[in-house]
């Protein structure tokens, strides 16, 4: 009986451990009223961000990416002319997506 015990709780322990282990999908929406041409994802504090795009992301539009970690986002967003928009210490912990604005605020939904 203890064996059984032992061995539900290692798998339940296991089970718990891969989930969390797991990629979180977030939708990244455009809630600015211009195309982003750019939008970099980086670790709060590195200076490389990662651009997520191959094309340009309509008002209105989002892109869904995988997070592997999702305390400390900072994100960055372009328009066509190089102007750029920074979000910095996102937690997107709880978020299924974050809608980027151009004041530089996001809604984390």
Request: hydrophobic share 40%.
């Amino acid at each position: 009986m203890k064996k059984i015990i032992l061995t539900v709780f290692a798998c339940c322990f296991m089970t718990a451990f891969a989930v969390t282990a797991m990629a979180k999908e977030v939708i990244i929406a455009n809630g600015c009223d211009f195309p982003l041409h750019f939008i970099g994802l980086s670790r709060s504090g590195d200076t490389q961000a990662e651009n997520l795009l191959s094309e340009p992301v309509k008002p209105g539009d989002g892109i869904k990416v995988s997070l592997n970690e999702t305390k400390g986002i900072d994100l960055t967003v372009q328009d066509n002319e190089g102007g750029q928009v920074d979000f910095s210490g996102l937690d997107l912990t709880n978020a299924s997506k974050v809608i980027l604005k151009a004041d530089g605020t996001a809604d984390i939904e």
